[in-house]
């Protein structure tokens, strides 16, 4: 099972907004809504800040959002904050595999 | 809330057998909603999923570890664990445990994320 593919880097002003892309295939995100995404910063864990699809977990501010369509999911972050600054990666259900992972996009705010 | 910590020896030589543990806090690991799992990120990389296991002791693993995966499930001690046999340089990582939301087979997300162990394979 191939890994999902993310940019490998994204950048943005303060206050702007970015969007990071997740692409898949018809066996993980286009088959399912189960694609989460994670937050990570420098030598700490990874956080959930989307699941399924376009959840928001409680404590993860509104202005990250997640969305899908087809083979590709996004996550979308607005008004930029330099402690958005990350690397960010996708998850979906694979079926019979069953969890796949994106490369990571390193998050750079200008 | 739920805390997990992992813990284990941090350097393991080639051939030899990798051996960690989770341990849960601030929540049941009897959850039946819930599976426990375990992911890796080897240094500089991405994410690897390894495995879940539910308190019941059903497993799911990944398929190009699974013959050299065992995770286990002690929930009296609210912990469980993770064995890879015959370890070689390509399993040097940062290892984390996780809950995982999950039906069966079907995952759907990992929350919360222990805060990682690093293991370094070298003679």
């Known amino acids: 099972q191939s890994a999902l593919t993310q940019p490998r880097s994204v950048s943005g002003s303060p206050g702007q907004s970015v969007t990071i892309s997740c692409t898949g295939t018809s066996s993980d995100i286009g088959g399912y809504n189960y694609v989460s995404w994670y937050q990570q910063h420098p030598g700490k864990a990874p956080k959930l800040m989307i699941s399924d699809v376009s959840k928001r977990p409680s404590g993860v501010p509104d202005r990250f959002s997640g969305s899908k369509s087809g083979y590709t999911a996004s996550l979308t972050i607005s008004g930029l904050q330099a402690d958005d600054e990350a690397d960010y990666y996708c998850c979906s259900y694979a079926g019979r595999y069953p969890v796949v992972f994106g490369g990571g996009t390193k998050l750079t705010v200008l | 809330q739920v805390q997990l910590q992992e813990s284990g020896p941090g350097l393991v030589k080639p051939s030899q057998t990798l051996s960690l543990t989770c341990t849960v806090s601030?929540?049941?690991?009897?959850?039946?909603?819930?599976?426990w799992g375990w992911i890796r990120q080897p240094p500089g990389k991405g994410l690897e999923w390894i495995g879940n296991?539910?308190?019941?002791?059903?497993?799911y693993y990944n398929p190009s570890l699974k013959s050299r995966i065992a995770l286990s499930v002690d929930s009296f001690n609210s912990q469980f664990s993770l064995k890879l046999t015959s370890v070689t340089a390509a399993d040097t990582a940062v290892y984390y445990c996780?809950?995982?939301?999950?039906?069966?087979?079907?995952?759907?997300?990992?929350?919360?994320w222990g805060q990682g162990a690093l293991v370094t394979v070298s003679s």
């Open positions: 296991i539910h308190y019941t002791g059903t497993t």
């Open positions: 601030g929540g049941s690991i009897s959850s039946g909603d819930f599976y």
């Open positions: 996780a809950r995982v939301r999950a039906n069966g087979d079907y995952i759907y997300w990992f929350d919360p």
